[in-house]
């Protein structure tokens, strides 16, 4: 998940230098292309990402827990792993999608709302937790209450910078009609891919080293996987 989300960053920075410029000089149509850009980066990065996850989510969660460990139970965590990983899939596409509007609005001088949504997606997430986890309502999931919590969050975000662009067209006019297809013109699209790849490659190399670091911290036991994630 994390190395997801950092690709996902990476895919969005590369053509957000594009959208700033296209701001600066007030080209609308240019943001729009730039946005469905963004928007093809999100689609492929998250069917990658689904196909991973679903297919190889105990092999990837393995990676992590290691005989002799003298804390913990292995298969219990491993069983609690595989239903984080499957209730947190539903949150990738709206997160993806909210990094893309996030990024466009900030590209083009909106710096609150993109703040407002986040804002609102961590008090969504530590409310949620605190109910689901510990069952305050009544019902304790656990591991899979933290899972569902995040996902609702990542709706909340999503929803809110949805409703916001759409409904301030006559401000931001490249959010009209974004959807009627996924055309952008092969040169603009060629010079993104060219400027953008090492910075997606940047993110994704980074983000696996961390996931190797801490990889390499669990074979000590899942007291060090623990504790690795708490610090």
Request: glycine share 10%; net charge positive.
């Amino acid at each position: 998940i994390f190395v997801f989300n950092l690709c996902i960053f990476g895919g969005l920075s590369g053509a957000g230098i594009f959208g700033a410029q296209f701001a600066g000089k007030r080209d609308n149509d240019g943001i729009r292309y730039v946005f469905r850009f963004k928007l093809i980066v999100c689609i492929i990065v998250c069917c990658l990402s689904v196909a991973l996850l679903s297919f190889l989510d105990a092999p990837l969660i393995n990676l992590f827990l290691h005989e002799g460990s003298e804390e913990g139970d292995l298969a219990l965590t491993l069983a609690s792993g595989r239903t984080y990983i499957r209730v947190m899939l539903f949150g990738l596409v709206p997160y993806a999608l909210s990094q893309c509007y996030a990024s466009s609005l900030r590209e083009t001088g909106e710096t609150v709302v993109p703040m407002i949504g986040s804002g609102a997606a961590v008090l969504v997430n530590l409310v949620f937790n605190w109910l689901l986890i510990f069952g305050k309502l009544g019902f304790p999931l656990g591991v899979e209450g933290a899972a569902i919590a995040t996902v609702l969050s990542r709706f909340v975000e999503l929803a809110i910078m949805m409703l916001w662009a759409h409904t301030h067209t006559a401000r931001f006019p490249f959010f009209k009609g974004v959807y009627r297809s996924l055309y952008l013109p092969k040169r603009l699209a060629k010079d993104i891919v060219f400027k953008g790849t090492p910075l997606l490659a940047n993110e994704a190399l980074w983000s696996a080293g961390v996931s190797v670091m801490n990889q390499r911290y669990s074979v000590r036991g899942l007291a060090a996987v623990a504790a690795v994630n708490i610090t």
